[in-house]
């Protein structure tokens, strides 16, 4: 399995990144998981969002606390979250 986590700002496509994969991977015959992680966060807030993908059924509900590859969209958030 392989798990990745993004790292973006409210309104900058973090999670539609995310959905974009998922998409492109789940029609190469991938199972996949894509899913967000914030509350109602304004624009510009800090936001997770999380891609699992897999040759066979996830069956794993949790967030990503060791992904396999990061992705920062804003480099800003290096300075302040922790994103390793």
């Not at 409210?10 to 994969?21: E, F, R």
């Not at 891609?51 to 060791?66: A, M, P």
């Amino acid at each position: 399995m392989v798990e990745i986590r993004f790292h973006g700002r409210g309104g900058q496509g973090t999670v539609m990144a995310t959905i974009l994969l998922a998409k492109a991977f789940f029609r190469d015959g991938y199972h996949v998981q894509s899913f967000p992680l914030f509350g109602v966060e304004r624009r510009g807030a800090p936001v997770e969002a999380y891609l699992r993908l897999d040759q066979t059924e996830i069956l794993i509900r949790t967030n990503v606390y060791t992904p396999d590859h990061v992705v920062v969209l804003d480099q800003t958030l290096l300075e302040s979250t922790d994103v390793t």
